[in-house]
């Protein structure tokens, strides 16, 4: 029992620090000042654009892996989970090996179309949803196996087509799962921090969201750091609120 | 219409083969032991699964040729009742009974006039605005029902459609299932593992066991003849197989049965009813010119009598009443003579 009230301590105390050396004064100026609605705005723009884009990618991914409509499924699913694993500032080398302008693939783009990633704002929506993704596929692919075939196959000889069986059908059944995957994936991506700044760099206004903002400010003014990191606090308590029916109940309804 | 299928189809290790025709305005149950094939069956003609070799005709239509033609299940003009029905939970009974018109391209307004007049056919108008979640099974299992048949197709598959309810509730949905699938003009084909359905509903049983058809035949038929062991267990006769000459039956694993047919010859199958069995604590002397001995070994109760399950060569299974039980004092192991007139045993070859 006593280690446990030791890790609830332990898990409590750093919160409940950053909310008492809040510098409640200056907090509105702090936060309504350009460079932190600066950051902010980036911060949102670049969250929900990685969001949408798992969303577009990875609800079909899941799909995929769940039906195990591929070959390899196992194995597909691991890599699909690398990097949720993987230090996010080795995703980001990772992904300047990949995409940088001597990249295996961003050195072909920017050799024939002069396209460029890192050091750019779509450099952190690209950054973020590599890292961010997998929370949506792992959740949703949970949600999808839990389906079961019957219904797809009840749609299928009532003649819907295999789209209208997805959203008709597979999509509102799964809609838990997906919400839930789709909150987790955002929440991941607006707290992304090592796998941006070793890709996108940290330039205010273009690649330096709310957590880069946070890392700079320490270095600075203290307490701008601080008002910074209670809005994302506040953001990931409402993440949890959101999901209160997935991860708060005691009890399987 | 008829449904021609010759075919092969396999899931996983299992192999279903089969060949048999049914024709419409019958209604067939196919018959089996759980992991039979029964469900592949139906998901084949559904069209839900591929065939490996073979083909299957829908009337002139080749719905199946391997390995190159495969009409989807939307192509197919099926209606299916799936197994606990599988009712979308998040549409309301009227929007599921609407899906299967709406997914054919009707308007939205025909869809749901089209929906309307199933539930009213069905009975289940007042339950238009629940959602499945809301409703009982019987009540499930109609607004399957109507679905299936709102897009008036040509087949009405359904699995296990009496499974999933409880003892009550059976009595009065089996009855209006009659009604309904009687009523249809296709074919007709359920899945089902209990004999009772099949015996009350159908007009022609398919039994399957191992992905085998093993016989087909109107229910008195399989009552009549039951050819494999398991069709007569579910009939509650006994079945003894063996070799018959000049009216003498020499059973598979040890026995002799005086039987009535003089006239067969070689392999036969024998039914013996449990009822024209009589047991006796002492060797019999009479008419029967079937007396042999044995063992009890079990005895189950059944509504108004028992069971009595008999190891001997051949085993049988007789039935008497509890005053028989009370003045013969049976218990599991006691020694027991087993006698049977030979005309009331109905020996046939297969």
């Known amino acids: 029992m006593i280690p446990g009230i030791v890790a609830l301590i332990f898990l409590l105390i750093p919160l409940i620090a950053l909310i008492a050396q809040t510098p409640w004064e200056s907090f509105p100026k702090i936060i309504s000042s350009p460079e932190a609605l600066e950051a902010l705005r980036l911060s949102l723009i670049t969250s929900l654009a990685a969001t949408g884009l798992a969303a577009v990618f990875g609800i079909p991914m899941a799909w995929l892996l769940a039906r195990e409509a591929l070959p390899f499924t196992g194995l597909l699913r691991a890599l699909v989970i690398v990097p949720l694993l993987l230090p996010p500032v080795v995703s980001g080398v990772a992904l300047l090996e990949a995409l940088g302008r001597r990249g295996l693939v961003g050195g072909f783009l920017y050799d024939n179309f002069g396209i460029t990633f890192p050091f750019t704002t779509v450099g952190v929506v690209i950054a973020t949803t590599f890292v961010a993704m997998p929370f949506l596929i792992i959740t949703l692919e949970g949600g999808f196996r839990s389906l079961h075939q019957r219904y797809e196959d009840a749609a299928a000889t009532l003649g819907a087509s295999h789209k209208r069986i997805f959203f008709r059908v597979t999509m509102p059944m799964v809609a838990p799962a997906a919400i839930a995957g789709l909150v987790l994936c955002w929440a991941r991506a607006l707290g992304e921090f090592g796998a941006t700044i070793t890709f996108a760099g940290n330039f205010p206004g273009v690649t330096q969201t709310m957590p880069l903002a946070i890392y700079t400010a320490l270095e600075s003014d203290r307490s701008v750091a601080i008002a910074l990191s209670l809005v994302l606090l506040v953001v990931s308590v409402g993440v949890l609120v959101a999901l209160r029916g997935r991860y708060l109940q005691t009890r399987a309804s | ?350």
Not at chain 2, 160 to 189: H, Y
Not at chain 2, 190 to 213: C, K, Q, S, W, Y
């Open chain 2, 1 to 350: 219409m008829k449904i021609i299928a010759n075919c092969t189809a396999s899931r996983g290790d299992f192999t279903l083969d089969i060949d048999t025709t049914i024709t419409a305005g019958t209604v067939t149950a196919v018959l089996g032991p759980n992991g039979s094939g029964k469900s592949t069956l139906l998901r084949t003609l559904a069209g839900l699964q591929g065939i490996d070799s073979g083909e299957i005709h829908f009337g002139d239509r080749l719905v199946n040729a391997a390995p190159s033609i495969h009409v989807s299940p939307q192509e197919r003009s099926v209606g299916v009742v799936f197994q606990d029905y599988a009712l979308f939970p998040h549409l309301s009974v009227e929007q599921n009974i609407a899906f299967g018109p709406r997914s054919m391209g009707a308007s939205k307004k025909e869809a749901q006039t089209q929906s309307r007049a199933q539930m009213n056919s069905l009975g289940i108008i007042e339950l238009a605005n629940r959602k499945p979640g809301q409703i009982s099974g019987g009540q499930g299992q109609r607004v399957a029902l109507a679905r299936a048949l709102a897009t008036k197709p040509d087949v009405l598959l359904l699995d296990e459609p009496l499974a999933a309810l409880d003892a009550q509730t059976r009595e009065s949905v089996r009855s209006e299932l009659d009604r309904q699938i009687k009523a249809f003009a296709g074919c007709v084909v359920f899945v089902t593992h209990d004999p009772l359905d099949a015996m009350l509903l159908a007009d022609r049983v398919i039994v399957l066991e191992n992905g085998v058809i093993t016989q087909e035949g109107t229910p008195g038929e399989l009552a009549a003849r039951p050819a494999t062991g398991y069709v007569a267990t579910l009939m509650g006769v006994n079945l003894i197989r063996g070799n018959a000459h000049a009216g003498v039956l020499h059973v598979e694993g040890g026995g002799v049965l005086q039987i009535p047919n003089r006239t067969l010859e070689g392999e036969v199958l024998a039914v013996l009813r449990p009822e024209a069995i009589t047991l006796h604590i002492n060797e019999p002397v009479g008419s029967a010119r079937n007396v042999w001995k044995g063992t009890v070994s079990g005895l189950a109760p059944m509504h108004d009598r028992i069971r009595v399950s008999v190891a001997a060569s051949p085993p049988v299974v007789a039935t008497i009443t509890h005053a028989s039980l009370a003045d013969l004092k049976l218990t599991v192991g006691s020694p027991i003579w087993i006698s049977a007139k030979t005309l009331s045993i109905e020996a046939f070859t297969k």
